[in-house]
């Protein structure tokens, strides 16, 4: 008799486990997230949009300019003998 009400205790214990929980820190910080990144018209340096849009920016621009470096290693390395290239 024990053993298949624990069972049955098990069971209900796993599907209330599986049920999303309303409220929880992490929808709120989500929706605290947002907030901040809601556009509005007090931009500052340290406003959280102007910061990611500036780390893009920063992201493709120096992907930019190694991309001309990184072709010209490739252009360098094609020019090898098989001798240098296994060292």
């Known amino acids: 008799m024990h053993d298949s009400e624990d069972a049955i205790d098990m069971l209900e214990s796993f599907r209330r486990a599986q049920?999303?929980?309303k409220g929880s820190r992490h929808e709120s910080?989500?929706?605290r997230l947002l907030?901040?990144?809601?556009?509005?018209?007090?931009?500052s340096s340290t406003h959280p949009r102007h910061r990611l849009l500036d780390a893009l920016f920063g992201f493709q621009s120096y992907y930019e300019r190694q991309q001309v470096e990184l072709e010209r290693?490739?252009?360098l390395y094609k020019?090898?003998?098989k001798k240098h290239k296994t060292v």
Do not use: A, M
């Not at 907030?35 to 931009?43: A, K």
């Open 19 to 21: 049920e999303p929980i």
């Open 35 to 43: 907030q901040s990144l809601r556009r509005d018209r007090n931009w």
């Open 79 to 81: 020019h090898l003998s």
């Open 29 to 31: 910080e989500k929706e």
């Open 73 to 75: 290693f490739r252009g």
